[in-house]
């Protein structure tokens, strides 16, 4: 544990405790409101006294939609679907289950804030992969990457800090560099329906060994709800079912019921409004920023104009905005992550603020 540091969104928002009325741009969640029918079926759900243990796997009704949409994606002769409790719950069996002591795990800088506390906390080795200036993968770099020690590389699209969504040439060769190396692939794909400028792809459409992670959380605003889903070869599979059923036991009941009522439940709107969000947001900044890429999810990562991306943000909070310095997520320090999952009024007055910061000399 003294291997996994906290402190750099503690200190964040230990800046930002006196706001009174903060421009908050930070959190990393929708802003809608769970859909009424889904609501509605997990009041149902406990009010009918299902409300205890489910099987480790998850509800069988809920499994089965899911089994069947997976086996229609990707046609695979073992791929293998259970219900975790969140996203990120899917992520520590997966790791838990699959790294030795030593083993190294390939990352890609920036990303996620979990990866690589999740491999250290499985006793592994993050060995992080460069994607700046563009956000893309370097499939020479990873190729580089690879060690005798390698067992696994994280893949995210869209991705969490960035917004970047990695093309199809990309993915595929991803897909195929893990496969010849052996090495295991996890694509976490939690933000999949947020896609903007392209068709999401995923590396499982090239590689039937590749472990998937996706859930309810952000496609359905169920974040407190812990619904995710991951699939994968059975052998994996069955391996990190062992281990929920002795550590999470299982998803929340009443939620997973919810969770088939979200299955059929049309998000086309929010995505659609998430998409006008984004556009309204670059067209307002990017005369004074440097943003890479913005093709999903629903994250900017600016280039700060001026000093480093610590200082500018601690310049934002006392303005009133709350964002996260980049190097919460990458080993450098030139870029911030905004979130316009808000109110368009509060990205207004975030854009005003952050039109004037950009204009101001260091």
């Not at 999949?192 to 992670?213: H, L």
């Not at 605003?221 to 999470?248: A, D």
């Not at 080993?331 to 979130?339: A, E, G, I, K």
Request: hydrophobic fraction near 40%; include cysteine.
């Amino acid at each position: 544990m003294h291997q996994i540091d906290s402190s750099g969104i503690r200190k964040v928002f230990d800046l930002a405790a006196g706001l009174v009325d903060p421009i908050d741009l930070s959190i990393g969640q929708p802003h809608f409101e769970v859909p009424e029918e889904v609501k509605k079926a997990a009041i149902l759900a406990i009010n009918q006294g299902k409300n205890g243990y489910t099987v480790t796997q998850g509800l069988a009704e809920l499994r089965n939609a899911l089994q069947e949409w997976v086996d229609q994606l990707y046609g695979h002769s073992d791929r293998q679907v259970f219900v975790t409790s969140g996203t990120s719950g899917g992520l520590v069996l997966a790791l838990s289950a699959l790294i030795n002591p030593g083993d190294e795990v390939i990352i890609f800088d920036p990303s996620f804030v979990m990866y690589k506390h999740l491999v250290n906390f499985s006793g592994g080795k993050p060995i992080m992969v460069d994607t700046y200036p563009d956000f893309r993968i370097d499939l020479k770099r990873v190729q580089n990457a690879l060690s005798d020690r390698t067992k696994c590389i994280i893949t995210n699209s869209p991705a969490n800090p960035t917004g970047a969504v990695t093309s199809v040439e990309e993915t595929q060769g991803l897909a195929k560099l893990a496969q010849d190396a052996g090495v295991a692939l996890i694509s976490d794909e939690v933000y999949r329906w947020f896609c903007y400028d392209q068709p999401f792809c995923s590396p499982a459409q090239w590689n039937e060994e590749s472990i998937v992670i996706d859930g309810f959380s952000k496609s359905w605003g169920m974040t407190g709800w812990r619904v995710g889903f991951v699939h994968g070869p059975s052998r994996i599979i069955q391996e990190m079912i062992k281990l929920q059923q002795f550590s999470f036991v299982c998803a929340p009941q009443p939620m997973q019921w919810a969770g088939v009522t979200a299955w059929q439940t049309d998000i086309s709107d929010y995505v659609q409004d998430y998409r006008r969000k984004r556009d309204m947001m670059v067209k307002a900044l990017e005369g004074d920023y440097d943003i890479p890429r913005h093709d999903g999810a629903f994250y900017l990562f600016p280039r700060v104009p001026w000093g480093d991306a610590s200082t500018f943000v601690q310049e934002a909070i006392a303005k009133d905005l709350l964002i996260i310095p980049g190097n919460i997520f990458s080993s450098r320090d030139s870029h911030f992550r905004l979130s316009y999952a808000t109110q368009d009024e509060t990205l207004q007055r975030g854009i005003e603020v952050l039109q004037n910061l950009a204009r101001k000399s260091s």
